[in-house]
């Protein structure tokens, strides 16, 4: 009887088979870009630093993504953005340490020493750019 049943079964199986290749098959779709607003892989040590004391969050990344200023200056960023973020140092002990930013907050920093501070978005940690301090 058990026989008869997987016989049973194989024609059904078989037929549902022929029925799916009856219908085509089609490659599955490209891949596209990457979504926008999403950095895939660019580091921000790629492009050359821009002298400004302002930084924009927004469509989740830093911009400009390289900053660069005189040592006592203080930048702010502005969260433009509708999801929350930080500004954080990478590593350990660095000076940026922002609460969560919402839309519309600000954060200020004033560089006192020399040197590069890379930073993070600590909820999105995809997020990453750097701060110049030249003397």
Same mark, same amino acid.
């Given at each position: ?5 997987? %016989? ?19 490659? @599955?779709?490209? %891949?596209?870009? @990457? ?28 911009? @400009? ?41 600000? *954060?200020? *920093? ?6 590069? *501070?890379? *930073? ?16």
């Amino acid at each position: 009887m058990r026989i008869s049943l997987v %016989a049973q079964r194989i024609p059904i199986a078989t037929a549902g088979l022929a029925l799916l290749a009856a219908c085509g098959t089609t490659a @599955p779709p490209a %891949a596209g870009p @990457p979504m926008s607003g999403m950095p895939m892989g660019t580091a921000a040590a790629d492009t050359a630093p821009v002298t400004t004391d302002a930084v924009s969050i927004e469509d989740f990344a830093f911009a @400009p993504a390289r900053v660069s200023v005189k040592v006592g200056a203080t930048i702010t960023w502005t969260n433009s953005d509708q999801e929350p973020h930080t500004v954080t140092s990478s590593g350990t002990g660095g000076p940026l340490k922002s609460t969560t930013m919402n839309t519309g907050d600000t *954060y200020r *920093y004033t560089f006192t020493s020399p040197g590069e *501070y890379e *930073y993070l978005c600590t909820i999105h940690p995809f997020m990453t750019a750097t701060v110049v301090v030249t003397a």
